[in-house]
C-alpha cells in the first residue's frame, strides 16, 4: 500500500492523541505540546503528496515509509500518556521521554529529506514541461500538415489564462484537478448529520458497473439544499478517489458559461494534450486514440442550468462518468438522479447552533424554546438554516428572537443580510424561468402552508388567468416539478399526464421556503399594485397594510385570505376591479362571505377551503348572484343550504367541485331548475360526500355537462335512471362508491362517451347488457369491482375501445375480446391500497 497514503492518514490521529495527553498527562504536558507542533507542521505536507495523485519513486517511498513507521510510534506513546492515571508519575515521566526521542527523530528526517524532496521535485516539473512542450509542438506540426486551415491565430497560453465562463466561484486548475477543495466546518456538519445516506446513494450509483460505457448520474434539490456540498464531499471521498484513481474533475457552469472553453479545459485535463484553436477542430485520430483509453474518470458538473449544458459537456468517452449538480431533474438525460432530503430537526439544530452560537447545540443562556421556533421556520433547509443563523449571530435579546420567528412566519426577511443571501440567491432559480412559468411559480404562493395543493384548483386557475390549455398548464406543472420548484405527492405526475384521470384526487406540495420566495418576489411592489396580495399565514383578521390603503383600489389579479371566523362586522370595504381568482381559506363552523366580493366583477374561479374539523355553514351567499365571469366553484368541507326553486343564472360558471361537503340537506326534495341555474356546467365533482344518497333527476336536464366525477361517496345507491340525456357527455367517473350495484340502462344510449369508470365499486353485481351501443368508449377502468362475474356480450361493437383496467378474474374475459376488438389492451391493475386522503 501507498506509504504516502498511509502516513497521511496516521498523523490527524497523532494530533488528535497528542491533544488528550497535553489535558489529561500533566507531566507530559511539555513535550506533548512540542510533538504537537511537529506534527502539525509536516501535515500539509503528507496532504499534498498523497492528493498530487503522483505515485513516489521508489526510494522516496521507502523514506516515506520511515516516517510513518515514526508516527506509529507517536501514536501509540500518545494514547498511553492519555490514558496513563494521574498518579503513576514513573509512568508518564518514561512515556515523556520516549515522545522526546521521536520528535527528535522527526525534526532530523525534515531537515535531512525534505530539501531532498523538494529538488526531486523540482527536477520532475522541468522534465514534464520539458515533455509537454515536445507534445504541444508535436500537436502543431500535425495539425499543419492535415490542414493549415485547421490552425487558429490562438496563443497557446490564452486557454489556461482564461477565466472559465460563468464560474461563480475562482477555482483553481490545481484544486479542481487534485481536489484540494475547502469545506467550512458548517458544510461538514450538513454532510455528516444531514445526507450520509444520499452520500450513499450517490456513491453506489458512481462505482455501479458499467463495463466500458460512460454514464451520467445526477444530484438535484431546490436552492440551498446541500447539492454542491454534497457534490465536494463525494470528490473527497477516499472511496471514490481510489475508484477513480484520482482522476476527479470538479467544474463550475453556472448560467451563462463559455462552454467551448470548459470542454476544452476538460479535453485537456482529461486526455493530457492540448487543443489548439476550438475543441471542434481536434483531430478525428487524437479522439479515436482517446476512445480506446479505459481508465476511470469522474466528471463533476455543478450548477447546471440547462439540458444543453449537459448535452455539449458530457464527454463519451469510455469510463468517463459524468456527475451533473443541478436545481432540476433531466429525466430524459439522466436515469440516476439522486434528490436531495432535507435535514431532520435535530441535525437542523446542530448546524443552527455551529452558526450562531459557534457550538454543537443551543447553549443555556438562550430561550431554547424561541430558537427551536426559528429553527422551524426554516423547514430543514441548510442554505436558510446558515442564512438566518448568521443573521441572529450575537442576538440575546428574546424580543428580537421573538421577532424573527414572527416576521419568518409571516414570509419576510429577518434582517438586510437574510433577503440578500437567502431570498435573492434563491431568486435565481425563478429568474431563469420563462416569463408564462414564473407567473405561474408565483401563483403557488397564494395558498397555505403546510397544505396540500388540490391539483385541480391550482391547473384551472393556470388556465383561467393565464389563457392556458389543458396540456399547457401540464407541461407548467412537469416543468416547475423538474426543477424542484413544487413537489407532486405521491405517483401524480404519471396520473395527471393520463388521457382521462380526474385531478380532484391529486395534489402538490411545495417547500415552506419555496412559498415564502414567491411571496417575497410578489411583494416587491407596493400593496396596492400586487398581481398577488395574499396573506402569507392564517390571522384572527386581515393585515392592517390592507386596512391602511383600502381608500384605494386594489391592482390584484389573485387575492388569498387565510383566517379563523369571519363574521360581517370582521370585514371591511375593498374594491378589486382585476380581481380574477379569489381563495378563501379558513377554519370555523360558520363564514360570512366577504361583501367586496360584488366588487370583483372580473372573478373567474373562487374557492373556498375549510380547514376546520366539520363542515361550515355560509353566510351572505347573496354575493354569488353578483359574479357575472364566474368559471370555476371549488367547496370544500362546507355545508350546502337548501337550493331555492328560482336564482338568479351563473351563465359563465363551467366547474362545480364539492369536496367533503354535505349535501344531503341541500339536494332532498330540491325542485329548482339546474338547467336554467347552469346553462354552461361542463364538468361536476363530487367527492368523499358521504352523505350523499341519491343524484336529483334535474342533473340530467343540463346537457351541456361533458364530464361527471362522483368518488368516495360511500351512501350513494343509484344514479339517476335519465342518466341517458346528458347527450354531451364524454367522461362517467363513478368510482369508490361501495353502495352502488347498478348502472342504469339509459347509459347506453351516450353516443358520446369516451371513458367509463366504475372501480372499487365493490357491490357493483352487473354492467347493462346493450353496453356496445356506446360506439365512442375508448377505455373502461372496472378494477376492484369484486362482484362482477362477467361481462355484456355485446362487447364486440365496442370497436372504439382501446384499453381495459381490470382485476385478474376479469381479464380472462376481456382477453378473448382481444380477437374482436382489434386495438384492445386488457391491463390487470395491480392492488394498491390508499390511505392518504385522510392524513390531513
Known amino acids: 500500500m501507498d506509504s504516502s497514503l498511509i502516513t497521511s492518514e496516521i498523523v490527524p490521529e497523532v494530533a488528535k492523541e497528542l491533544i488528550k495527553a497535553i489535558r489529561r498527562a500533566y507531566a507530559c504536558r511539555s513535550i506533548a505540546e512540542q510533538l504537537k507542533q511537529t506534527v502539525d507542521g509536516i501535515l500539509p505536507i503528507v496532504q499534498e503528496i498523497r492528493y498530487s495523485g503522483v505515485e513516489l519513486p521508489q526510494t522516496r517511498q521507502s523514506q516515506m515509509s520511515e516516517l510513518a513507521n515514526q508516527l506509529r510510534l507517536a501514536l501509540e506513546l500518545a494514547r498511553k500518556a492519555s490514558q496513563s492515571p494521574r498518579w503513576n508519575v514513573y509512568r508518564s515521566v518514561q ?222 468517452i469510455p469510463s468517463c462518468i459524468t456527475l451533473v449538480v443541478s436545481r432540476s431533474k433531466y429525466p430524459t438525460l439522466i436515469l440516476d438522479t439522486y434528490e436531495m432530503e432535507l435535514l431532520e430537526e435535530e441535525a437542523a439544530l446542530s448546524l443552527f447552533s455551529r452558526v450562531a452560537f459557534e457550538l454543537d447545540t443551543i447553549p443555556a443562556t438562550a430561550d431554547k424554546k424561541l430558537v427551536k421556533q426559528v429553527v422551524a421556520e426554516c423547514k430543514g433547509l441548510p442554505l436558510a438554516l446558515k442564512v438566518v443563523a448568521a443573521s441572529m449571530r450575537g442576538q440575546s435579546s428574546p424580543k428580537m428572537w421573538a421577532g424573527a420567528r414572527n416576521r419568518l412566519t409571516r414570509a419576510e426577511s429577518i434582517s438586510d443580510p437574510h433577503e440578500t443571501r437567502l431570498l435573492e440567491r434563491m431568486a435565481a432559480s425563478v429568474d431563469f424561468l420563462s416569463r408564462k412559468v414564473r407567473e405561474c411559480f408565483l401563483d403557488l404562493g397564494s395558498f397555505p402552508e403546510d397544505k396540500k395543493i388540490p391539483l385541480a384548483v391550482l391547473m384551472n386557475l393556470w388556465m383561467d388567468i393565464h389563457d392556458l390549455d389543458e396540456e399547457d398548464a401540464y407541461a407548467v406543472l412537469v416543468e416547475l416539478s423538474n426543477k424542484n420548484l413544487l413537489t407532486l405527492v405521491k405517483d401524480a405526475q404519471n396520473r395527471a399526464g393520463d388521457l382521462y384521470t380526474s385531478y380532484s384526487e391529486l395534489s402538490v406540495t411545495q417547500h415552506d421556503v419555496l412559498r415564502d420566495l414567491a411571496i417575497h418576489i410578489g411583494n416587491r411592489e407596493p400593496v396596492n399594485s400586487r398581481r398577488q396580495l395574499v396573506m402569507p399565514r392564517r390571522e384572527n383578521a386581515l393585515p392592517r397594510e390592507w386596512e391602511r390603503n383600502k381608500h384605494q383600489k386594489f391592482d390584484a389579479q389573485t387575492v388569498s385570505v387565510h383566517t379563523g371566523e369571519m363574521k360581517e362586522s370582521d370585514w371591511f370595504e375593498m374594491c378589486f376591479p382585476e380581481a380574477e381568482v379569489l381563495i378563501l381559506n379558513f377554519s370555523s363552523s360558520t363564514y360570512y362571505l366577504p361583501p367586496f366580493i360584488a366588487t370583483m366583477q372580473n372573478l373567474k374561479t373562487l374557492v373556498l377551503i375549510n380547514h376546520g374539523t366539520s363542515c361550515a355553514t355560509l353566510e351572505n351567499l347573496s354575493t354569488f348572484t353578483t359574479l357575472p365571469e364566474l368559471r370555476n366553484l371549488w367547496l370544500e368541507k362546507i355545508r350546502l343550504p337548501p337550493l331555492p326553486k328560482t336564482t338568479i343564472p351563473l351563465k359563465s360558471l363551467r366547474k362545480i367541485s364539492l369536496v367533503q361537503c354535505e349535501l344531503n340537506n341541500s339536494l332532498k326534495g330540491s325542485t329548482m331548475d339546474l338547467a336554467m341555474t347552469f346553462p354552461r356546467l361542463s364538468d361536476l365533482t ?155
Open 95 to 316: 512515556l515523556a521521554k520516549k515522545m522526546e526521542k521521536v520528535d527528535r527523530w522527526i525534526g532530523k528526517w525534515i531537515e535531512r529529506q525534505m530539501p531532498a524532496h523538494a529538488l526531486a521535485d523540482v527536477h520532475q516539473l522541468r522534465v514534464e514541461s520539458d515533455q509537454r512542450m515536445a507534445k504541444m509542438e508535436r500537436r502543431i506540426e500535425d495539425l499543419a500538415a492535415l490542414s493549415p486551415m485547421a490552425v487558429c491565430p490562438v496563443a497557446v497560453g490564452s486557454v489556461v489564462g482564461e477565466q472559465k465562463g460563468g464560474i461563480g466561484m475562482d477555482v483553481m486548475i490545481m484544486e479542481e484537478q487534485f481536489g484540494v477543495m475547502g469545506s467550512t466546518k458548517e458544510e461538514e456538519l450538513v454532510v455528516g448529520a444531514g445526507a450520509r445516506v444520499g452520500k450513499e446513494r450517490v456513491k453506489e450509483m458512481l462505482m455501479r458497473e458499467r463495463g466500458e460505457k460512460w454514464g451520467i448520474v445526477g444530484i438535484s434539490g431546490i436552492g440551498g439544499s446541500g447539492k454542491t456540498t454534497l457534490a465536494r464531499e463525494i470528490s473527497r471521498d477516499l472511496e471514490i478517489r481510489a475508484f477513480f484513481k484520482d482522476r476527479i474533475y470538479f467544474e463550475t457552469v453556472s448560467q451563462s458559461p463559455n462552454l467551448e472553453t470548459l470542454k476544452m479545459n476538460l479535453w485537456e485535463k482529461i486526455t493530457g494534450n492540448m487543443v489548439i484553436g476550438t475543441y471542434n477542430q481536434i483531430p478525428e485520430w487524437q479522439l479515436q486514440l482517446t476512445q480506446n483509453k479505459k481508465v476511470p474518470v469522474l466528471v463533476v458538473l455543478d450548477d447546471i442550468w440547462d439540458s444543453s449544458q449537459i448535452e455539449d459537456l458530457t464527454l463519451k
Open 686 to 840: 363530487i367527492d368523499h360526500c358521504i352523505d350523499l344518497k341519491e343524484i336529483p333527476s334535474s342533473i340530467c336536464e343540463v346537457t351541456s355537462l361533458a364530464s361527471i366525477t362522483i368518488s368516495n361517496c360511500h351512501d350513494l345507491t343509484e344514479l339517476p335512471y335519465e342518466l341517458g340525456k346528458l347527450s354531451s357527455l364524454e367522461i362517467l367517473r363513478v368510482y369508490a362508491c361501495p353502495a352502488l350495484r347498478w348502472l342504469p340502462q339509459s347509459i347506453c344510449g351516450l353516443k358520446r362517451l369516451k371513458y367509463l369508470d366504475i372501480s372499487q365499486c365493490i357491490n357493483m353485481r352487473n354492467l347493462p347488457e346493450e353496453l356496445g351501443r356506446l360506439i365512442s368508449l375508448e377505455k373502461i377502468d372496472m378494477r376492484e369491482c369484486s362482484q362482477l362475474r362477467s361481462i355484456p356480450r355485446s362487447y364486440s361493437s365496442l370497436k372504439s375501445l382501446g384499453h381495459v383496467v381490470c382485476d385478474e378474474e376479469l381479464a380472462s374475459l376481456w382477453k378473448e375480446a382481444e380477437r374482436e376488438i382489434p386495438d384492445l389492451r386488457v391491463q390487470v391493475a395491480e392492488e394498491c391500497y390508499n390511505l392518504d386522503w385522510i392524513v390531513e
